[in-house]
C-alpha cells in the first residue's frame, strides 16, 4: 500500500496534542500500585514479594514502614516505592529534628543515593492514617510538626525534589452525609489540623492521599446496593442536587474532592492511597466479586481520563488494597481486614486482573518454601467434651476469621471447624508438636484435610522467626469484638 502524506494544519496539531495529552493521563500499569503490608505471622521473604511484583509489571509498590530489608530487596528493581512511617513515632518527629534527620538518614539516605542499585521512593507518608474516628486526637497534635521535620530534613539531605512527603487520610476523615455532596467538608473534630496539613501539602506540592473504602460503606449503609458498589449497570443512581452518581467510587471521591476545594484547595493532586475489596472472612467478600470489583475500577478510571478534565476529576494514582493477604492485620472494623490480598499469603493469585502483566495472567510466586506437608486435627477417637473450649483459645491466639459468617469455612461442619482452629494455632507455631496437643485432643496428619471451599492452610518455611509471644505455649487472650463473634458462631455450631 503506497505511503500517503499527512498535511499539518494548526488543527491536526491542535488533535493530536489532545491526544497525547489524552493517552499520558491514562491509568496505566504505571499509575497503578499495591499495598504491601507486613503484618504476618510467617511473611513470604521480601525477595520473593519483589520476584512476585516485578513477573507482574507492577510498577509502583506502598510500604507501612521503612523495613530495611524490605528497601535493601527493592534496591536496583525500577519500582516506585512509598516509605511509611507508622504514627508511633510522630510525637518523637514532631519534638526533635534531630530524630527526623536520623531517620531521614537511616531509612533514606543510604537506600536512594545515586546508583544502579538505588531504591527510587517517591513519597514518605508520615503516619498512617491518624485521623481514624476510632484513634481520637492523640495524634493530631503532632503531625503537622512531624512532617514539617521531615520535610526539613529531606531539604538537608537533598533529597527534597526527589522525594515528597505526604499524609495518608482515612475515608472518615469527611462529612460524608452532606447534602448537596458540594457542601462536603472536613469532620470538625479534624478540621483545623486537617488544614494546616493540606496547607503544607500545597506549599510543598505534595498530593493529597486518601484511603477510598467502598466495601465499608456497602456493609455500613443499608441504603447502598451491591451493584452500586460494583460499577454493575443500574437504575439506582444516587442523586446529589443536580449531579447523578452511578457507582459509589465516584459518590466516595468527589466527597474528597468537594471536602478539599471547600476548603480552599480546588487544584489539590489526589492519589488514591489504599482501594480494594476483601476475599474473605465477611458476606460478600468473594474473590469473585474482588475480581470484578477491580476490574470496574480500572476500567472506570481508564473511560474518566479519557476525557478532558481538570487536576481533581481523577486520582493520578491508585494503591490497591492489597498486595498479600496479612494473618495479623487488626481486625477491630472486621474479620475481612485480613484478606485483602490479591494473592494469598504465599504468593498465589485469587483472580485475574491487569496491574501490569497486560493480557497474561497473573504470575504465581515460585519455589515458595514450605513447612512440612503437616496438619492438626482433632482426634474423633477422644471425648471432645471439651473440644469446643480449646477451639476458643486457639481462636484467640491464630487466625480463624475464615470461620466468620460468610467466610470461606463458614460451613464447615462439627468437628471439622474445630480442626480448623486447632490446624490455624499449629501452623503459626511453626508446627511446633507441643502446639498440636489440646488436651491430647490434637491430632497431627499427613492428609490434607482442605475442601473445595475451605483451605486448611500450611504456614511458609521463612528466616523472618517469630517473636517469643508467637513460640510460646502460652495461649495469647487479647481478642477482639471481630474475633469475639466468631468464637460465638464457633460455639453455637458445635
Not at 526533635?96 to 545515586?114: G, I, P, Y
Not at 481538570?310 to 494473618?327: F, H, K, R, V
Not at 490446624?423 to 473445595?452: E, H, K, M, W
Request: aromatic share 10%; net charge neutral; with cysteine.
Amino acid at each position: 500500500m503506497p505511503s500517503q502524506n499527512f498535511k499539518s494544519t494548526p488543527i491536526s496539531r491542535f488533535i493530536s496534542l489532545l491526544l497525547v495529552a489524552s493517552l499520558l493521563s491514562l491509568p496505566n500499569a504505571e499509575g497503578i500500585g499495591v499495598n504491601w503490608g507486613t503484618a504476618a505471622s510467617h511473611p513470604l521473604p521480601p525477595h520473593k514479594v519483589v520476584e512476585l511484583l516485578k513477573s507482574n509489571g507492577i510498577a509502583k509498590v506502598k510500604l507501612s514502614d521503612a523495613d530495611p530489608l524490605i528497601l535493601q530487596s527493592l534496591s536496583g528493581s525500577n519500582i516506585r516505592v512509598t516509605v511509611g512511617i507508622p504514627n508511633s513515632m510522630l510525637r518523637g518527629l514532631n519534638s526533635s529534628l534531630k530524630a527526623a534527620e536520623s531517620w531521614v538518614h537511616d531509612n533514606l539516605t543510604r537506600f536512594v543515593s545515586d546508583g544502579a542499585s538505588r531504591v527510587l521512593v517517591d513519597y514518605v507518608a508520615v503516619g498512617e492514617e491518624p485521623f481514624l474516628q476510632t484513634y481520637g486526637d492523640q495524634f493530631h497534635p503532632f503531625l503537622v510538626g512531624a512532617a514539617t521535620n521531615i520535610q526539613a530534613a529531606l531539604f538537608k539531605a537533598k533529597l527534597s525534589e526527589r522525594v515528597k512527603v505526604v499524609t495518608p487520610c482515612s475515608f472518615d476523615a469527611f462529612q460524608s452525609d452532606s447534602n448537596p455532596l458540594s457542601k462536603s467538608q472536613f469532620r470538625p473534630d479534624v478540621n483545623k489540623t486537617m488544614l494546616e496539613l493540606v496547607t503544607f501539602l500545597n506549599k510543598h506540592q505534595s498530593p493529597f492521599f486518601v484511603t477510598v473504602s467502598p466495601f465499608q460503606s456497602y456493609i455500613k449503609n443499608k441504603n447502598l446496593s451491591l451493584d452500586f458498589a460494583l460499577f454493575r449497570q443500574t437504575p439506582h443512581a444516587k442523586n446529589s442536587t443536580r449531579k447523578t452518581y452511578k457507582n459509589l467510587f465516584d459518590l466516595s471521591y468527589n466527597t474528597v474532592v468537594s471536602s478539599l476545594s471547600n476548603s480552599g484547595f480546588p487544584q489539590m493532586e489526589i492519589v488514591i492511597g489504599q482501594i480494594g475489596w476483601p476475599t474473605d472472612g465477611s458476606p460478600n467478600a468473594t474473590s469473585s466479586l474482588a475480581e470484578e470489583f477491580t476490574k470496574g475500577l480500572i476500567n472506570h478510571l481508564h473511560s474518566k481520563s479519557a476525557k478532558p478534565s481538570n487536576n481533581q476529576d481523577s486520582p493520578t494514582e491508585i494503591y490497591i488494597l492489597s498486595l498479600l493477604d496479612e494473618d495479623e492485620r487488626n481486625i477491630s472494623t472486621g474479620n475481612f481486614e485480613r484478606h485483602w490480598g490479591v494473592f494469598t499469603f504465599d504468593g498465589q493469585a485469587k483472580y485475574q486482573i491487569d496491574l501490569g502483566q497486560g493480557s497474561k495472567n497473573l504470575a504465581n510466586a515460585k519455589d515458595v518454601q514450605y513447612l512440612s506437608s503437616k496438619w492438626c486435627v482433632v482426634n474423633n477417637n477422644k471425648d471432645l467434651s471439651n473440644a469446643s473450649a480449646l477451639a476458643l483459645e486457639a481462636c484467640g491466639a491464630a487466625d480463624c476469621t475464615a470461620l466468620s459468617l460468610g467466610g470461606s469455612c463458614f460451613n464447615l461442619s462439627w468437628p471439622g471447624n474445630i480442626s480448623y482452629a486447632f490446624n490455624s494455632y499449629y501452623q503459626q507455631r511453626d508446627q511446633n508438636a507441643g502446639s498440636c496437643d489440646f488436651g491430647g485432643l490434637g491430632l497431627i496428619t499427613s492428609v490434607d484435610p482442605s475442601d473445595d471451599a475451605c483451605r486448611f492452610s500450611i504456614g511458609l518455611r521463612t528466616s523472618s522467626a517469630l517473636s517469643a509471644l508467637h513460640r510460646s505455649s502460652v495461649f495469647c487472650w487479647i481478642i477482639s469484638p471481630a474475633i469475639t463473634m466468631v468464637l460465638l458462631l464457633l460455639t453455637e455450631r458445635l
